[in-house]
């Protein structure tokens, strides 16, 4: 099963720049998408496709591919930001072929 | 604006069915670009996709190898909603149960729309 490995945390203050990978296997090949989820909500879609954001999805959310780790970028974090991040590919060999990383927790100091 | 209305039970006995359904508004479930999700979360699984249904001329399902033997996705066209059914519930099966509209990306499927979710438990 195909499998994407997230770190389980990252901290920044606010204002500053918060970057969170996401790994796996040809990695490449695929099309990287990213959800934030807050407590208690379900998760909404930040950026698809590597690096397209969603309407309303503010210009400080971005995505980015390189090699075999995509990359959310949050720019000029702000105490909202504060949330669980996942990655997610679509992968045909896996037992399911939506694939989920096991988040990421953005704590905003 | 397209939005899901998830309902269903919230508790449901151990070797009973677990039934939940989606309601739509602002697009159709027989639409041609749009595959219907459902997706549990869990604190020991994660987020974890159980399985669709969509049309394409005719209607299509895949499931998850790891419930595939127990769950039914089904549409219903004339109330616009599409459900889930997964039989032999265990408490392993308590989570919250996600549904959420799925588009076709650059190389497979994303989810864009999220009902807001129904905590399930299941308990005697």
């Known amino acids: 099963s195909y499998v994407l490995t997230q770190p389980p945390s990252v901290s920044v203050a606010p204002g500053q720049t918060a970057r969170t990978t996401c790994g796996g296997d040809n990695i490449g090949s695929k099309s990287v998408h990213w959800y934030q989820q807050k407590p208690g909500q379900a998760p909404v879609l930040v950026v698809y496709d590597d690096s397209d954001r969603p309407s309303g999805i503010p210009e400080r959310f971005s995505g980015s591919k390189s090699g075999n780790t995509a990359t959310l970028t949050i720019s000029r974090v702000e105490a909202g930001d504060e949330a669980d991040y996942y990655c997610q590919v679509w992968d045909t060999t896996s037992d399911h072929p939506v694939v989920f990383g096991g988040g990421a927790k953005l704590t905003v100091l | 604006q397209v939005e899901l209305q998830q309902s269903g039970p919230g508790l449901v006995k151990p070797s009973q069915t677990l039934s939940l359904t989606c309601a739509i508004s602002?697009?159709?479930?027989?639409?041609?670009?749009?595959?219907w999700n459902w997706i549990r979360q869990s604190p020991s699984r994660g987020l974890e996709w159980l399985g669709r249904?969509?049309?394409?001329?005719?209607?299509?399902?895949d499931y998850a190898v790891s419930v595939k033997s127990r769950i039914t996705i089904n549409a219903d066209t004339s109330k616009n909603q599409f459900s889930v059914q997964l039989n032999s519930v265990t408490p392993e099966d308590t989570a919250v149960y996600y549904c959420?509209?799925?588009?076709?990306?650059?190389?497979?499927?994303?989810?864009?729309?999220w009902g807001k979710g129904t905590t399930v438990t299941v308990s005697s």
């Open positions: 602002g697009d159709s479930v027989s639409s041609n670009s749009a595959g």
């Open positions: 249904t969509y049309y394409r001329s005719k209607w299509y399902n």
């Open positions: 959420a509209r799925g588009r076709v990306g650059l190389v497979g499927d994303y989810l864009d729309v």
